[in-house]
């Protein structure tokens, strides 16, 4: 039990991290307060190692936590939607079995941007945002492989390893 | 990679490509208006085909020229609709979300047939 709390301290740890690295990276995508979710890194490492209720976890706790320390209320709604979005997928494509870790992550990184283009939308109160959803979507493709590379890299290496 | 991770990656790109294509087909509009709207409500219209300048509640001015439509100056924290591109296309919007605004392109009826034949 000790051992589990340890370990989603660390996690958080790493995911407050890569928030704020994604804070520094200036792209842009049109639509304010949307981010690239570099963060998922984290969650996929927890989706494979422990499971789907502890990743939403570490989400909200990622999210909440990076929100009130980075930015703002605004930014905290774009994640959520898309932090929560995202986790439904992935962990339903990881059920079914015929996809990889890489899979996983591109659906992962799609539909966080879905999710938040879905608030954008809903926020500003128009549908005229189609001019930005294939920007978004095959910027989800590319994190979202990047995300799998890593991910892939860290869960080999952590083969083996119990957490908690 | 498995060869499921290899189709979810080609329809995604796809369907990213049909979106973007649709965007390209679409007709620069000979006498379209650019549409602002603040919080979802509609504050005005103006013809593309007019230059002129349109301040927004004093917190953001947009310019009209040569067809296309551009914030030229935002007093919101982030700058992201100065420093987006002109629009110009159905379809294509400036959103400052702080001020919560959007300019989005409408063509009215004139954009298919007119539009070709002009
Ligand atoms: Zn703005």
Redesign the pocket.
Known sequence: MKNKVAYFGVFTAFALILSYVEMLIPIQFGI?GIKLGLANLMIVIMLYKRNAKEAMMLSVVRIVLAGFMFSNLFSIIYSLAGGTLSLIVMALLKKRESFSVMGVSIAGGVSHNIGQLLVAMAVVETYRVGYYFPVLLIAGVLTGALIGVVSNEVLKRLRGVDLG | MKKNDWILIAAVLVVAGIFFGMHLLTPGVKGGVAEVTIDGVLYGTYALDENQTVTIRDT?RLEIGEGKAK?VW?D?P?????NQKAISKEGESII????K?VVSIVGGDKKTMDAVTY
Do not use: E, H, T
């Open positions: 304010p | 953001n914030m935002a919101c982030d700058q992201i609709c100065v400052c979300l702080p001020n605004i």
